[in-house]
């Protein structure tokens, strides 16, 4: 079912519109292809032409996560990041706590896990987060990073 109908539901189940900005919002981050922060959504909408005001890309964001189509994925302490999960192979994320670098992995034990899980409890799944914060054994690798960013 393509994106847009599984928002109109969801939206038409909460008794609100599927408006033009909306289904804008929800084509540039179709369109965006990863991971990505709320005002740089705006920046890039706004470059495109789309007349779009931080309200409406905050209250659209809270709605597609509600909706289960995006997630709230938090890469560091300054700025959340969100990611398109629905239809979506599940994006495991392991971050250094040193350096932030990030390694994107995929598990089957953990996605037989998440649908164990919502088994017992009834649930259907349609996806899922999972964040591991450690610290990398790559020193030297770290030390180039922080050498650079000085």
């Known amino acids: 079912m393509p994106l847009c109908s599984v928002f109109r539901r969801f939206l038409r189940s909460q008794g609100l519109k599927y408006t033009k900005e909306r289904a804008d919002v929800l084509q540039a981050i179709i369109d965006h292809d990863g991971p990505f922060e709320a005002e740089e959504l705006l920046l890039e909408m706004r470059h495109l032409g789309h007349r779009v005001s931080k309200a409406t890309i905050y209250r659209t ?7 289960g189509i995006i997630t709230q994925a ?3 302490s300054k700025q ?4 398109l999960i629905y239809g979506k192979q599940p994006q495991d994320v ?3 706590l040193r350096s932030g670098r990030t390694i994107d992995f995929q598990s089957p ?3 037989a896990l998440r649908d164990r899980i ?3 409890l009834g649930w ?3 996806g899922h987060r999972f964040q591991i914060f450690a610290m ?11 050498s650079e960013t000085e």
């Open 109 to 111: 034990d953990l996605a």
């Open 94 to 96: 392991m971050v250094c």
């Open 61 to 67: 964001l809270r709605l597609l996560q509600e909706a």
């Open 74 to 76: 938090l890469f560091d």
């Open 118 to 120: 919502c088994a017992e």
């Open 136 to 146: 990398s054994p790559d020193k030297e690798l770290e030390s180039e990073e922080s």
């Open 80 to 83: 959340s990041h969100f990611q």
């Open 124 to 126: 259907k799944p349609v």
